[in-house]
């Protein structure tokens, strides 16, 4: 079992940051694929990122490249997303995910879930 914690979501302004953060605890966190996936109000949920277990590689949904970026610490068991330029679509509860597979973009690949936070972004 891996249980994940997130935590540094908030309300912020079209074009500000937040970083979130995720940790886990239980089984070896560097042996797992890490992925965030964000849920709308009314929408389903929805893939933004996902990161190797050594950090090495890194795969983006189209619709946060260049403004999200992943990272994880494993000596922390904590896998991070930095949130930049944040529009009112980037609005969501944010999930971060472990699963046995390395940069899946779907959610049944993962196999723990943390609870969430909630990004709010204002116009």
């Known amino acids: 079992q891996v249980q994940l914690v997130e935590s540094g979501g908030g309300l912020v302004q079209t074009g500000g940051s937040l970083r979130l953060s995720c940790t886990a605890s239980?089984?070896?966190?560097?042996?797992?694929?890490m992925g965030w996936f964000r849920q709308a109000p009314g929408k389903e949920r929805e893939f933004v990122v996902a990161i190797s277990p050594s950090g090495g590689s890194t795969f983006y949904a189209d619709s946060v490249k260049g403004r999200f970026t992943i990272s994880r610490d494993n000596a922390k068991n904590t896998v991070y997303l930095q949130m930049n330029s944040l529009k009112p679509e980037d609005t969501a509860v944010y999930y971060c995910?472990?699963?046995?597979?390395?940069?899946?973009?779907?959610?049944?690949?993962?196999?723990?879930w943390g609870q969430g936070t909630q990004v709010t972004v204002s116009s």
């Open positions: 995910a472990a699963g046995p597979y390395f940069l899946r973009t779907r959610a049944s690949d993962y196999a723990y």
């Open positions: 239980g089984r070896t966190f560097s042996n797992y694929g």
